[in-house]
């Protein structure tokens, strides 16, 4: 887990005139998978940090968490929720299912489990706001389980009454330039469209 206070590439401590300081901003936690982790990148370049960057620039009261996790899967994030609950949070994001995709488990499984995720945010947290990310999974896993999956996010962000932010990767899945060597991690480059896509649709929750 990255605390961008604590880190010397986050700008945090010097925009502290225009933020206030640590004690005073309130915690926007990212759970998810190696995605969010920055798995191949240094940690300053995940997406996460790139977006306290935007914070700070646009001088709002927050500091950010990057709680990823690679390997991680639905089931994975539920076991763990509990203890990242003990800090004071103003915002959650929630990146999870495609480490639940590639191993085909069953969609209901993993709805089941951002269920009782989201759940337990607001029983331990009642006034945070919580924010899921789109995922999809791969096509090799056929158009039925696919449709299934990518249906389960807005699904879900209805009945739990939470906001739903676009494809994490929009505009950067499937594409050489923009992905590491396994074609699935994004390289720096595609890391800075994430933290782009990401601060667009969380940015409003922000203010």
Do not use: C
């Not at 999956?149 to 994490?168: D, T, W, Y």
């Not at 505009?171 to 060597?181: E, K, P, S």
């Amino acid at each position: 887990m990255v605390d961008s206070s604590r880190t010397q590439a986050s700008p945090a401590a010097d925009s502290a005139s225009a933020t206030g300081s640590a004690s005073a901003r309130k915690t926007l936690l990212f759970l998810g998978t190696s995605l969010t982790a920055g798995l191949g990148l240094e940690p300053e370049q995940a997406y996460p940090i790139l977006i306290q960057r935007m914070i700070d620039s646009a001088g709002l009261p927050f500091r950010v968490v990057n709680a990823g996790v690679s390997g991680e899967t639905s089931a994975g994030l539920r076991r763990r929720v509990d203890w990242l609950l003990q800090q004071k949070l103003g915002v959650v994001v929630i990146e999870t299912g495609a480490n639940d995709g590639l191993r085909g488990v069953p969609v209901d499984a993993m709805k089941a489990n951002l269920k009782q995720i989201i759940r337990r945010i607001r029983a331990a947290q009642p006034d945070v706001a919580i924010a899921l990310i789109q995922m999809e999974a791969m096509p090799n896993m056929g158009k039925a389980y696919t449709d299934a999956f990518r249906a389960a996010f807005p699904q879900l962000a209805r009945e739990e009454n939470v906001h739903l932010l676009p494809f994490l990767l929009d505009g950067v899945a499937g594409d050489r330039d923009l992905n590491q060597g396994d074609g699935i991690h994004p390289n720096e480059a595609g890391e800075r469209i994430v933290a782009r896509n990401v601060w667009k649709a969380l940015k409003p929750l922000l203010r």
